[in-house]
C-alpha cells in the first residue's frame, strides 16, 4: 500500500509540475491581449500556417511511417537493427541541429539541385513541412511499431491460411486491429508537429505571414518582450493541441462503444 | 497427401533436424512432444509462414517450396484460436472463402451444414470476446473448415480448455472428420490429447522425430528411452546383455538384482552379448502379488514395501522400493485395488514384473 501511495504521489507531482507552468501564464493573463491576438492578420496567418503544416507533414510521417513500423515489427531483414536504431536520432541530435543539418543538406550541390528543379525549400512553406515530418518521423515509427507489436501475429498467420495475401491480412486484419494504436500516434505525432520550432526556425526562418508558425510567432513576441502577447499565443497554441487530443479520446471512446 | 522429406528448418537457435513424416487422406496424424521441442516451428514451415533451411514439402503432390500460405490450401487452428475480435462471428467464418474469392454458391451449403454440426447458428452476430470458451473453439473450427481444406492443421487448440469440454470437443472434431473426410495433424504435448485423436502419432523431442508410427505400437512399444520417458515410462533400469537369443535377450540388471529376461520385437536390432541397455515397463503393468494371487511364470518377482501412497481421483499411483535396493518403482492401480490389497505405506509387498510387458532398449 505503501508503494502504490507513493507511485501515486509521483503521478501527482507530473500533474504538478505541469499544472503549475500552465497555472503560472495566468499571472500575465490579459483577456484584451487574446482578443487582440485572434482578431490579428499576422497571429491568424500563424495559426493556418500551423495547422496546415502539421497535417501536412505528419500525413506524409504516416505514409511512411505506417509501412515502416509494420516492417520493423514483422519482418527480420537487413539493415532492421539500424533502422530500428535512427528512429533516435531526430531526439538525440535536438531541433535545431536537425534543422542546421538539413540547411546544410540544401547548401550541398544535390540539395541545392532539388531546390532549383523541384521544390523550395529554404524559406518557404515546403520547408515548414519538411522540418516538422524530419522532426516528427522516427517518433512516429516508434509510435506506429508499438501499435503493430501489441497484436500478436497468429491474427496474420490465420488470415493467411484462410487465403488472404499479405497485403489483405495487413489491411483486413493487422491494421484494423492495430487502428486505434496508430490513431493516437497519429495525434500524437501531429500535436509534436504543431510545437515543432527549432527546426523549422532553421530551415524555414521567421519570416512573417510566411513562414511564421505559431511556436515561431510565440519566440518573435517574447524576443520583443511582450509577455501578455506571449501568453495569448501559448494559451491558443494550447488550446489547439488539446482540442486535438480531446477530440482524438473523444474519438476512440466512440469507436471503442461502436465495437 | 502431404509428405515431408528430411526438412530442416531454424528459429533463433533452435534447429529442426531432417524431419519425415506423411500424413494420409484422411488420416489422424498426432505430432506430440514436449514443450520447446519444435512442434510450432514445424507446423510453421507446413503451413509456408517459416522457409525451411532443407528438405521439401510436398502435398497433394505440389512441391510447397515456393507456394505461399495462402495458396496451400490448408486449414490452420493455432493455439489462441485468433478468432478475429473485430469482426463477428459470422464474418470471422466467411473471412476464409472471401479472401479466396469463392462464390456464395460454393460455399454456402457447407457453412451452414458446419453451423449446424456445431451448434453455433445462434452465435453469429456477436463478437468473439462474448463467447465461452466452447463456443470460441466451435467457431474456430468452422472458420478453419470453411473454405474445405483436405488437411486441418491444429496446434494444441484445446490446452487450455477443462476436462469434460476437451473431451467434447476431440468427440466433435472426430465426428466432423468422419463427416468431411479432412486429415488432421495436430500437434500436442497432451498425451492422452494426442492417443485419443490420432491413428498415427509421431513423436518429436530436440527438434527431431525419434518414433513414428500407429497409435497402439508407439504406446505399447517406445522406440528409446528419451521416447518412453516422454511416453510416462518412469520405470527404467540399466543393465548388461549376459545372452541374447533370436527372440529375448537376458539382461542382467543390479537395481533389481537379477536377470531379467526382455522378449525381442521383430523389428528391433538384437543387441549383443556385453551391450548396454535398459529395460523399462509401464507402471501399470507391474503387477502386486500375494498368497491368493500368486506369482505367475516368467514373472520377475521383488520383495519390498510401498513408501509413497498417491491418490488423484479413481487413479492411484505407489512407489515401491525392493528390499536392499536404491531402485524405486512406480506402480499404477485403482481405488478398487487399494482396497482390496489394504495398501498403506511401509507395508511389505510382493510385486511382479511380467516378462511380457518388459520393454528393451539399447543405449
Redesign the interface.
Known amino acids: 500500500m505503501r508503494f502504490g501511495r507513493a507511485t501515486i504521489a509521483c503521478a501527482l507531482a507530473v500533474l504538478a509540475v505541469y499544472g503549475l507552468l500552465i497555472v503560472s501564464l495566468f499571472y500575465f493573463f490579459d483577456g484584451t491581449a487574446i482578443l487582440e491576438a485572434l482578431s490579428s492578420k499576422r497571429v491568424l496567418f500563424s495559426i493556418q500556417l500551423s495547422l496546415v503544416a502539421a497535417t501536412v507533414a505528419t500525413g506524409l510521417a504516416l505514409a511512411v511511417a505506417v509501412p515502416a513500423a509494420y516492417a520493423l515489427s514483422r519482418y527480420h531483414f537487413r539493415g532492421r537493427e539500424l533502422v530500428d536504431a535512427i528512429l533516435e536520432f531526430p531526439i538525440i541530435v535536438s531541433p535545431a541541429a536537425l534543422g542546421a543539418i538539413i540547411l546544410i543538406f540544401f547548401s550541398n550541390p544535390v540539395g541545392e539541385w532539388v531546390q532549383e528543379h523541384v521544390l523550395q525549400f529554404v524559406f518557404a512553406f515546403a520547408g515548414v513541412v519538411l522540418a516538422q515530418f524530419i522532426t516528427t518521423l522516427g517518433v512516429a515509427v516508434r509510435f506506429m511499431k508499438s501499435a503493430f507489436d501489441q497484436v500478436p501475429t497468429s491474427y496474420e498467420m490465420v488470415a493467411r491460411t484462410l487465403g488472404a495475401t499479405p497485403a489483405r491480412a495487413f489491411f483486413t486484419v493487422s491494421l484494423r486491429l492495430a487502428g486505434r494504436g496508430l490513431l493516437a500516434s497519429g495525434v500524437l505525432t501531429w500535436a509534436k508537429a504543431l510545437g515543432e520550432f527549432g527546426a523549422t526556425i532553421m530551415v524555414a526562418g521567421t519570416m512573417a505571414m510566411r513562414t511564421e508558425t505559431l511556436p515561431i510567432a510565440i519566440y518573435m513576441r517574447l524576443s520583443t518582450a511582450d509577455i501578455k502577447g506571449t501568453v495569448a499565443l501559448i494559451l491558443v497554441l494550447l488550446a489547439l493541441g488539446l482540442s486535438a487530443l480531446y477530440l482524438a479520446k473523444f474519438f476512440f471512446r466512440e469507436r471503442r462503444a461502436r465495437t | 497427401m502431404l509428405e515431408l522429406d528430411r526438412v530442416c528448418a531454424q528459429a533463433g537457435a533452435f534447429r529442426l533436424k531432417d524431419i519425415s513424416l506423411s500424413v494420409a487422406e484422411g488420416e489422424s496424424h498426432v505430432l506430440l512432444g514436449p514443450s520447446g521441442a519444435g512442434k510450432s516451428t514445424l507446423l ?1 514451415v507446413i ?3 517459416r522457409p525451411p533451411t532443407g528438405g521439401r514439402v510436398t502435398f497433394a503432390g505440389q512441391d510447397l517450396r515456393n507456394v ?3 495458396k ?1 490450401g ?3 487452428l ?3 484460436l ?1 478468432l ?3 469482426l463477428t462471428v459470422r464474418e470471422n467464418i466467411l ?2 472463402p472471401r ?2 474469392h469463392l462464390r456464395p454458391s460454393d460455399y454456402r451449403a457447407v457453412v451452414d451444414s458446419l453451423i449446424d454440426a456445431t451448434g453455433i447458428g445462434l452465435l453469429l452476430d456477436r ?1 468473439p470476446d462474448t463467447l465461452s470458451g466452447g463456443e470460441r473453439q466451435r467457431v474456430a473450427l468452422v ?2 473448415l470453411a ?1 474445405r481444406p483436405s488437411l486441418l ?1 491444429l496446434d494444441e487448440p484445446f490446452s487450455a480448455l477443462n476436462e469434460s469440454l476437451r473431451h467434447e470437443l476431440w468427440h466433435l472434431l472426430r465426428a466432423l472428420q468422419k463427416e468431411y473426410g479432412f486429415a488432421t495433424l495436430m500437434i500436442t504435448h497432451d498425451l492422452s490429447e494426442g492417443f485419443f485423436l490420432g491413428d498415427h502419432i509421431s513423436v518429436l523431442i530436440d527438434g527431431e522425430i525419434k518414433q513414428t508410427g500407429d497409435r497402439d505400437s508407439v504406446w505399447r512399444h517406445p522406440a528409446s528411452v528419451g521416447v518412453a520417458r516422454y511416453l510416462g515410462i518412469r520405470n527404467l533400469m540399466s543393465g548388461k546383455v549376459i545372452e541374447s537369443a533370436e527372440q529375448a535377450v537376458a539382461v542382467e540388471c543390479p537395481a533389481v538384482g537379477g536377470v531379467l529376461r526382455v522378449n525381442l520385437l521383430p523389428d528391433r536390432p538384437r543387441p549383443e552379448v556385453g551391450a548396454e541397455v535398459h529395460v523399462g515397463i509401464r507402471a501399470e503393468f507391474v503387477v502386486l502379488r500375494d498368497a491368493d494371487h500368486p506369482p505367475k511364470e516368467g514373472e520377475f518377482i521383488l520383495h519390498g514395501c510401498f513408501t509413497a501412497v498417491s491418490v488423484a481421483g479413481t487413479d492411484v499411483t505407489l512407489l515401491f522400493q525392493p528390499e536392499g535396493k536404491d531402485l524405486v518403482l512406480e506402480l499404477g492401480v485403482n481405488r478398487r485395488l487399494l482396497r482390496r490389497f489394504g495398501i498403506k505405506t511401509g507395508q511389505p509387498v510382493m510385486v511382479g514384473l511380467p516378462r511380457r510387458d518388459l520393454l528393451l532398449f539399447t543405449s
Open positions: 510453421e503451413i509456408g509462414l505461399p500460405a495462402e496451400r490448408m486449414g490452420y493455432p493455439q489462441r485468433a478475429f475480435p473485430h473471412y476464409g479472401s479466396r463478437r472458420r478453419a473454405a492443421l
